[in-house]
C-alpha cells in the first residue's frame, strides 16, 4: 500500500531538478593547469574546459589568499591567462576557472615559482625527457622515479625532447599520452618542448598549426630574452643565467643559410648568459634506434647546425629520437660519420666524474671549449640497438630521464633510471679557478706552533713543505702539515713578547695556483695567547644562544681577516620543546587514508607505509633554529628521537619544501612525499629506545639554510617501504627529555 | 605537412557499428598503441598488417608512405602514394607528396606536374605552392618560382621566415631585377613577424648590394638590442660606415670592435668568431690609415 507524499516529493524534485541543473552547468576542466613561458614576472596558465566559461585566474602567496585575479572575458574552452608583474624568484599558488566558479586549484600543489632577475645565477633545477608519449607504464615509471628524487619538488625547468605524444601527435594523443600522465608536475613547471617527428605528423611547421603549435605557447617575439626567431618551431629564452636554445630538426630548414641556423648564429652571438643549452630531437651522434651515420636530419644537424654551437661555445645539446640514452665525452668538432671520430675530438675523455677522472672543466679563455651530447630519448620506451658511437662515454638501453642542477659556475648532470637509480653522473664546472691563494692570517697556537690560514684549501705537496715558509728573528720551521685552508708549521721554539713576520712562498691552491711571491703576515707569540696584526683572536668561548642549551670547545686562538673564513669556537646547541624555555619545535603527522585528518595534539608522531587503516602515516617535525646568529656555519647537526613501539624496517629523513602548521597540517595540504627536497638521513628503529641520528651533508645544509633565512619547513619522517610502523615521542609527551630534538654545531 | 592519422577512420567509425568493425577498431588502436614505439621497421609492420585488414584504405597506404618518405625510402614512398591515388583519386594529399618525392628525388618536371595538377585541387595549399616554387627554382624558372611563393604566403595564415628568404633570393636571381618587388617582399615579412634578424639581415645586404649606404646603415641599427653590443654588429657597422665614407665614424666602429671584445665574459671573448671579427677590424683600421 502506497501512501501519499505529493508535496514532499514535489519539493524533493524540485530541489534534485535544481541541484542537477546546477551540475549540469558547472564546467569541468578537462585539461591541466599546464604553465608556459615562466620569466621573472610573467606566467602562462592554460587549461581546457568542457564547456565554455570566461578564463579567470586567482593567484597569491598562499593556497588560501588568491587574492589576486587576471580574467579574459568572453567564453571559450581553450583558455589562457598571461599572469604579469610577478616579482622574480617568487613562489605563488593559484586557481583557475571563470568568474562564477573555480574549476581546479587553490592547494599547494597548484604553485609556481618566477624565474630569477635576468643574468643572476641562481640553482636550477631542469628535467628533461625525450620520446616520453608513449602513454605506457614505463612512461609513468621514468615519471614517477623523478617525482621520488630529491628535488623533484623544487623543479624550475621542464624540457620535451620530442615526440611528446606518440603515434602521430593528435590532440587525443597529447591528452592520454600527455597531459593524463604528468598531472602534478604540469600545473607547477613550466614545459618547453621541441617538435618531434611524430608530434610533427599532425603538426605543420611551417604555418605553426596543428595540435603541437596549437597546445604549447612558446615564444617568437623574444618574450622570455633571447633573440625574436618569428616562429614557435624554434626559439630561444633565458633561465637566470642559462640561455637555452631550441631548434626544430623535423620541418624546418636545417641549411646553415636557412632562416633557423642563420637565426641561431645571431642569438647565441647576442648572448650574454653563463650557460648556453641547445636541445631538439634528431641526435648528431647515435648508434641506438636510429642511426646518425644515415639518417639526413641527423646529418644534418651535426654538419650544419653543431659547428655554430660550438663556434660560440655551447655548453650542452640534448635530443631524443633514438630509444635509449647515451651521452658524450667533452667533445669539440666532430662532424663526420663515426668512423671519423678520433680521440682528438675529445676535449676531455675522461668520464666527468669528481669521483673518477674528475669534472669537465671548460677553461675560460679556451676558444674551443667542447660540449656534452645526450640522446635522451628513452622516457617512455627503449628500443636498443648497438649502442656503440664512439663519441659516447656511455651508452644504455634504459628507460629514465635527465636531471641538472645548474648552480652558479657548476653544472651537475645524472642520469635516472626508471628505477629511481642513478646510472649516469657527471660535473661540468664553467671555467677552471684561476684565483691564487692568499694569506689570511696566522697565529702562534703554542710556543712552537704557528697555526696559518689561506683563502681556499691549499695542495698537500706544496704547502706541506716546510721550506716554503719563513720566519724571522731566527725561528726555524721543522715541518707543515695541511688541513684545508689551514696549515700547521711546528717551528723552533718562540719568545714570549716577540713580534714576528711569516714569509709564504711557492704554496699553490688545488687548482695550482700560485700564492703572490713574498706574502706576509705579523703575529705576536704571548705565553698563552697570540696576535696577528690583521685581529686579535679570543680566547674566550661563544655566547650561548638564548632558550637553548649550548657548550663551546675550549678558547681557541684563531684569527681572522678580510676574506678569510669566519672561525672561532664550535658551538652546540640543542633545541628541544621544554628544556631551557624552548618552544619553539612543533610536530604532527599526516594519512593518505585519512588526507583530511590533523593530528596536531597527539603525544606520538607516526610513520609507516600502511598502517592498516589510514595507508601511508608520515611524521613531520620542526624546529626554530632562529637563536644560531647569523652569518654561523653549520658544522654538524643531528636529531634525537625516543621510540617507543619500534620497527625492523628502515625509515628515512627528508628535508619538507612546503610549509606546514602543527593544527592544520594533513596529507592533502602537505603532500609530503611530492613536497619533500633531499634525504638528510635515515635509520632503523629496532629497540624501544632513544636514536641519534647524524644528518648528512644535506641535512647539515638544509639546517644552513634555515640559518641563512630561507623558509623552514622542518623535516619529515617516512618509511623506507617497510609496513611495520614506527611510533615516537612528539612534542605532546609528558616527558620533556623523550621530545624530539636538534642538535646542532657551528662555527 | 598533413595528418593522415585517425581521421581517415572517421567515416568507418561513424557508418557501421558491426561487431566486426568493433574488433577492427580494437587492433587499430592495438596497431596505434605499437607504432608509437617508434622505429620505422615497427611502423610499417603495423601498417602492413593494417593494410591486410582493410587493402583498399588509401590512408593506410599514405600513412605509409609518410613513413617512408621520413626514411628516405624513395621508391616504397612513390608506390603507397601512387596506391592511394588509385584507391581513392579524390585524397588529393597524395597528388601532394607525389610531387614531393619527385622533388626529393631531382626529377622536376615530373614534380612539377604532380604539383599543379594538385594546386589546380587545392589551390589555397601553401605546401603546394612553397614546393612547386622550389621545383621551379631548381628549374632556373625564376619568375614562375616567386610568383608561387608569392601565393603561397598569400594562403598561409603564418608564413615561416623562411618562405621570404626564399622568396627574396629568387627575387635577387630574377632578371631584371625588381627592387620594390624585392624590398617590399622583405617588409611585407617584418610587418608579419616583427624585426626580426633573418629579415634584417637581407634588408641591410640588399641595400648593402644597392649601394645605399645610408639606408642599409638604418636597418642595422634596427637590429635587436643584444645584437647591437656583439663584434659582428660593430664591425657591419664599420664597413657600412667605410663604403659610405664615413673614415671617421668607420673607425670608432672598428675601434669599438676590439674595445667590445674585453667587456665580453672571459668564456665569450676567446671564442673564434668573435676573434675574427676583432683581426677583421685590425685589418681595416690599417687599411683605413693607410689611406
Not at chain 2, 601553401?126 to 632556373?140: F, S
Request: hydrophobic letters at 35%; a neutral charge.
Amino acid at each position: 500500500m502506497r501512501t501519499t507524499h505529493q508535496p514532499w516529493y514535489a519539493c524533493l524534485f524540485g530541489l534534485a531538478f535544481i541541484i542537477f541543473t546546477s551540475f549540469a552547468n558547472a564546467a569541468v576542466i578537462s585539461r591541466g593547469p599546464y604553465l608556459q613561458m615562466g620569466d621573472n614576472d610573467n606566467m602562462t596558465i592554460r587549461w581546457r574546459s568542457d564547456s565554455a566559461t570566461d578564463s579567470v585566474v586567482r593567484f597569491g602567496s598562499s593556497p588560501s589568499a588568491l587574492s589576486q585575479t587576471v580574467s579574459v572575458s568572453g567564453t571559450r574552452t581553450e583558455h589562457i591567462v598571461k599572469l604579469t608583474g610577478l616579482s622574480a624568484s617568487t613562489q605563488y599558488y593559484y586557481s583557475v576557472g571563470s568568474s562564477t566558479q573555480t574549476l581546479a586549484g587553490g592547494d599547494n600543489t597548484y604553485r609556481f615559482t618566477t624565474s630569477p632577475n635576468p643574468g643572476t645565477a641562481s640553482p636550477t633545477r631542469v628535467w628533461l625527457i625525450g620520446d616520453a608519449g608513449t602513454g605506457t607504464s614505463s612512461q609513468t615509471a621514468v615519471y614517477n622515479a623523478y617525482l621520488n628524487y630529491p628535488g623533484a619538488a623544487n623543479t624550475n625547468l621542464w624540457l620535451m625532447l620530442g615526440d611528446n605524444a606518440y603515434d602521430s601527435g593528435t590532440d587525443a594523443e597529447f591528452q592520454s599520452k600527455m597531459f593524463n600522465m604528468y598531472p602534478v608536475l604540469m600545473r607547477q613547471v613550466p614545459i618547453w618542448p621541441t617538435l618531434g617527428n611524430h608530434d610533427g605528423a599532425s603538426a605543420n611547421s611551417s604555418t605553426q598549426s596543428g595540435p603541437y603549435y596549437d597546445i604549447f605557447t612558446l615564444p617568437k617575439a623574444a618574450e622570455v630574452g633571447g633573440l625574436a626567431s618569428g616562429t614557435e618551431a624554434y626559439y630561444s629564452f633565458d633561465y637566470g643565467n642559462i640561455h637555452f636554445i631550441c631548434l626544430d630538426s623535423y620541418e624546418t630548414s636545417r641549411a646553415t643559410n636557412g632562416a633557423m641556423l642563420t637565426w641561431m648564429q645571431n642569438d647565441i652571438a647576442a648572448t650574454d648568459k653563463q650557460w648556453i643549452i641547445a636541445f631538439f630531437h634528431h641526435p648528431p651522434y647515435t648508434k641506438g634506434s636510429h642511426n646518425s651515420d644515415t639518417e639526413s636530419e641527423l646529418i644534418d644537424m651535426r654538419q650544419n647546425a653543431l659547428p655554430i654551437l660550438e663556434n660560440y661555445g655551447v655548453d650542452l645539446v640534448f635530443t631524443g629520437h633514438s630509444h635509449s640514452y647515451e651521452r658524450s665525452f667533452l667533445l669539440d668538432g666532430h662532424y663526420g660519420n663515426s668512423s671519423t671520430f678520433t680521440a682528438s675530438h675529445k676535449v676531455d675523455g675522461g668520464s666527468g666524474r669528481e669521483d673518477g677522472t674528475g669534472a669537465y672543466v671548460k677553461a675560460p679563455g679556451a676558444s674551443r671549449a667542447g660540449a656534452v651530447y645526450t640522446v635522451a630519448g628513452a622516457s617512455g620506451k627503449i628500443s636498443g640497438g648497438t649502442l656503440n658511437h664512439p663519441a659516447m662515454f656511455t651508452s644504455l638501453n634504459q628507460l629514465g630521464s635527465v636531471i641538472l642542477d645548474v648552480n652558479g659556475n657548476r653544472l651537475d648532470f645524472k642520469h635516472l633510471n626508471s628505477s629511481g637509480t642513478v646510472t649516469d653522473y657527471f660535473t661540468l664546472i664553467k671555467g677552471s679557478d684561476t684565483t691564487p691563494p692568499t694569506l689570511t692570517a696566522a697565529s702562534a697556537v703554542s710556543a712552537s706552533a704557528v697555526s696559518v690560514s689561506f683563502s681556499e684549501p691549499v695542495a698537500a705537496a706544496s704547502g706541506g713543505t716546510a721550506a716554503n715558509y719563513i720566519i724571522n728573528n731566527g725561528v726555524s720551521v721543522n715541518s707543515a702539515s695541511v688541513s684545508g685552508s689551514t696549515v700547521t708549521l711546528n717551528t723552533s721554539a718562540l719568545t714570549s713578547g716577540t713580534n714576528y713576520t711569516l714569509t709564504v712562498n711557492n704554496v699553490q691552491d688545488v687548482s695550482n695556483n700560485v700564492i703572490a711571491a713574498n706574502s706576509q703576515r705579523s703575529f705576536t707569540y704571548s705565553s698563552g695567547v697570540s696576535s696577528s696584526s690583521s685581529s686579535s683572536s679570543s680566547s674566550s668561548s661563544s655566547s650561548s644562544s638564548s632558550n637553548s642549551t649550548s657548550s663551546s670547545s675550549s678558547s681557541s686562538s684563531s684569527s681572522s681577516s678580510a676574506g678569510a673564513t669566519s672561525s672561532g669556537s664550535p658551538t652546540t646547541v640543542s633545541f628541544q620543546q621544554g628544556t631551557n624555555a624552548y618552544s619553539g619545535s612543533v610536530d604532527t603527522y599526516v594519512a593518505s587514508g585519512a588526507a583530511s585528518n590533523n593530528y596536531g595534539t597527539a603525544n606520538a608522531i607516526l610513520a609507516d607505509a600502511d598502517d592498516g587503516s589510514r595507508d601511508k602515516l608520515i611524521s613531520l617535525l620542526k624546529w626554530n633554529v632562529a637563536s644560531i646568529p647569523a652569518g654561523k656555519t653549520i658544522t654538524a647537526a643531528s636529531i634525537t628521537l625516543r621510540v617507543f613501539n619500534s620497527s625492523a624496517g628502515a625509515y628515512n629523513l627528508w628535508a619538507m619544501t612546503t610549509a606546514w602548521a602543527p593544527g592544520t597540517a594533513t596529507w592533502n595540504n602537505t603532500l609530503p612525499e611530492t613536497n619533500r627536497g633531499a634525504q638528510i638521513g635515515s635509520f632503523t628503529p629496532t629497540s624501544n629506545t632513544t636514536y641519534t641520528l647524524t644528518l648528512n651533508a644535506a641535512g647539515i645544509a638544509l639546517v644552513q639554510s634555515w640559518v641563512n633565512g630561507s623558509a623552514n619547513n622542518g623535516i619529515s619522517i617516512a618509511s623506507g617501504g617497510t609496513t611495520d610502523g614506527v611510533d615516537i615521542r612528539s612534542n605532546e609527551y609528558g616527558t620533556v627529555a623523550q621530545r624530539p630534538s636538534l642538535t646542532v654545531t657551528y662555527q | 605537412m598533413f595528418n593522415p592519422s585517425l581521421i581517415a577512420f572517421w567515416p568507418l567509425i561513424t557508418t557501421r557499428r558491426s561487431t566486426q568493425t568493433l574488433g577492427f577498431l580494437v587492433l587499430l588502436l592495438l596497431a596505434q598503441s605499437l607504432c608509437a614505439h617508434g622505429t620505422r621497421d615497427v611502423r610499417i609492420q603495423e601498417l602492413n598488417q593494417q593494410l591486410k585488414q582493410n587493402p583498399n584504405n588509401a590512408e593506410l597506404y599514405l600513412q605509409r608512405g609518410r613513413v617512408w618518405i621520413d626514411s628516405q625510402v624513395w621508391s616504397h614512398a612513390l608506390d603507397d602514394t601512387l596506391r592511394a591515388e588509385r584507391i581513392q583519386p579524390e585524397l588529393h594529399e597524395a597528388l601532394y607528396w607525389q610531387g614531393y618525392i619527385h622533388y626529393r628525388t631531382q626529377k622536376f618536371t615530373q614534380a612539377k606536374q604532380c604539383l599543379e595538377r594538385y594546386i589546380t585541387l587545392a589551390p589555397q595549399s601553401p605546401a603546394g605552392h612553397t614546393t612547386l616554387a622550389q621545383v621551379h627554382t631548381e628549374q632556373k624558372n625564376y619568375a614562375l618560382a616567386a610568383q608561387h611563393f608569392d601565393l603561397a604566403i598569400a594562403a598561409d595564415s603564418n608564413p615561416q621566415p623562411q618562405r621570404y628568404i626564399e622568396r627574396y633570393r629568387v627575387l635577387r636571381l630574377m632578371q631584371p631585377a625588381n627592387p620594390a618587388r624585392i624590398e617590399n617582399g622583405l617588409k611585407e615579412g617584418v610587418a608579419r613577424h616583427g624585426e626580426i634578424i633573418n629579415l634584417l639581415e637581407l634588408l641591410v645586404e640588399w641595400h648593402q648590394h644597392q649601394g645605399q649606404w645610408t639606408e642599409a646603415l638604418a636597418w642595422l641599427n634596427r637590429y635587436p638590442e643584444p645584437l647591437r653590443q656583439t663584434p659582428q654588429w660593430w664591425l657591419a657597422k664599420g664597413h657600412l660606415l667605410k663604403h659610405k665614407g664615413d673614415t671617421s665614424e668607420a673607425q670608432k666602429a672598428y675601434q669599438t670592435v676590439i674595445d667590445n671584445l674585453a667587456l665580453l665574459s672571459e668564456h665569450k671573448r676567446s671564442l673564434r668568431p668573435f676573434i675574427q671579427a676583432k683581426q677583421e677590424a685590425e685589418a681595416a683600421l690599417i687599411a683605413l690609415h693607410r689611406t
